[in-house]
């Protein structure tokens, strides 16, 4: 005990010690709960235990009817971006416009909290923003945008189309 | 043996690690992901993040990626640079603090993600807002500690919900990770690569459960710093690993490793107000 790291910043300055301590309690308690609370960070990140699907669905961006956008064009940071906001904004199509978050707050808590999730507002801005976003990062000028939800199984190691039908287009 | 860091190996270590962050700023800056190159993001991702909450109910996110947002990535970058060139700083350090959590949460939540990749470049200035050489010395351990509980806590999850007995489990996690790259890209190098590893399931799920154990032998880390310079090479598999199996890049957050490294100008020594460990 004597030899230990806390005891050794309790033994150099309480204040340091309090700050080290209640940082590492919250840690701690943050993965316990498993609620990440900033900067009490969780990492249990493909922990999940993995089901098979039966179909996996990607989305597909076509701009200006013509060019099929590739995010693997682009640096994992600018992939992030292309993917991750529209990946979440068909997430809250998918589930009637409702932020998904509000939901899960719902059922934990039965009451319903609608700030500070996307409404109506931020939904119905997202398209110009994704446009603005395309704009930059791919130098084109965005008169058409079309997304599609492309369904795939795995052929072997190849992903092979099954169907492929119409989410949005602006 | 703990390393204590004298002065003159503090400001080099600063000189470092604010050159990684500066590295990773301009990363951002040619991958379009600073701030103002977001182009206003309006989509939001607070989950049930309490800080985020905060920092919405405060509208900085929101400012930060605005107008103005240029004017932000300036002073973020600036400060960055004034930390490399004035070591000793501690104002510019907090004022750097201040400006990259705003910048950490504007990334995560406009993101639609809270990624995990800049959270070593968040912590790993805090060591240096202290003045006292000893307090800063205890909290660059103290981010050991951290890294440490990282790994630790990853096998932990793993361990407790069972994923390592699930089947197919690294296959699983590859596949959904990939699908899009291999669906536009099938025929390059990479793509052979990975239909090579899709084609071995067995190696796969081997190396899920390789990483695993890897990111278990983190505990001992607690107990010892006499595997240092092997979780040191351990930390950069595991990033290796997670890139190949689930396109996640973590190398940001490899920076915390250098509170593993053999940094040292001088022979190790007791310095007065130092208590090792």
């Given at each position: 005990m004597k030899h230990s790291f806390l005891y050794n910043v309790w033994r150099h300055s309480r204040p340091l010690f309090v700050v080290m301590a209640l940082f590492a309690l919250g840690t701690v308690a943050a993965n316990l709960a498993g609620v990440e609370t900033t900067p009490f960070f969780?990492?249990?990140?493909?922990?999940e235990k993995e089901k098979k699907p039966e179909h996996y669905h990607i989305l597909q961006t076509t701009i200006n009817d013509t060019a099929v956008l590739?995010?693997?064009?682009?640096p994992a940071a600018t992939r992030f971006y292309l993917g991750s906001p529209l990946a979440y904004y068909k997430r809250i199509q998918d589930n009637g416009?409702?932020?998904p978050t509000v939901n899960f707050l719902e059922n934990k808590l039965h009451t319903r909290i609608e700030w500070p999730f996307n409404t109506g507002v931020q939904q119905r801005e997202f398209v110009n923003w994704y446009r603005r976003y395309l704009a930059r990062v791919t130098g084109m000028e965005i008169k058409k945008l079309r997304v599609d939800v492309v369904r795939l199984r795995f052929d072997e190691q190849q992903p092979a189309r099954d169907s492929m039908y119409l989410f949005e287009q602006w | 043996m703990v390393k204590f860091y004298a002065a003159e190996e503090r400001k080099i270590l600063a000189r470092v690690v604010f050159t990684g962050i500066l590295l990773s700023l301009l990363y951002a800056f040619f991958t379009d992901t600073l701030l103002h190159q977001l182009?206003?993001?309006v989509l939001r991702y607070p989950y049930v993040d309490i800080t985020y909450w905060l920092m919405h109910g405060l509208g900085i996110p929101e400012f930060a990626t605005g107008t103005m947002a240029w004017v932000f990535d300036v002073l973020l970058i600036g400060a960055c640079i004034g930390c490399w060139l004035y070591p000793g700083s501690r104002i510019l350090v907090w004022i750097f603090l201040v400006l990259y959590f705003v910048y950490f949460i504007g990334c995560n939540t406009f993101g639609a993600h809270h990624a995990g990749n800049k959270i070593g470049m968040l912590l790993?200035?805090?060591?240096?807002?202290?003045?006292n050489l000893a307090s800063f010395n205890y909290l660059w351990q103290g981010l050991r500690y951290l890294l440490l509980f990282a790994f630790s806590s990853a096998f932990l999850w793993k361990l407790f919900r069972l994923s390592w007995l699930q089947p197919d489990q690294g296959i699983l996690i590859m596949k959904k990770n990939w699908v899009l790259y291999l669906y536009n890209n099938t025929d390059t190098v990479w793509a052979n690569v990975l239909h090579w590893l899709l084609a071995h399931p067995a190696l796969v799920n081997g190396l899920f459960i390789t990483g695993f154990l890897m990111e278990g032998f983190f505990i001992v880390g607690f107990f010892t710093r006499n595997f240092d310079k092997v979780l040191l090479v351990l930390s950069v598999l595991l990033v290796m690993g997670f890139w190949v199996t689930?396109?996640?890049?973590?190398?940001?957050?490899?920076?915390?490793?250098l509170t593993l490294?053999?940094?040292?100008?001088?022979?190790p020594v007791h310095r007065p107000g130092i208590h090792p460990s």
């Open positions: 969780v990492w249990g990140m493909y922990s590739d995010i693997y064009d682009y416009g409702v932020d | 182009e206003q993001p790993i200035a805090v060591p240096f807002v202290v003045r689930a396109d996640a890049n973590f190398v940001e957050l490899l920076i915390l490793c490294s053999p940094f040292r100008l001088q022979p």
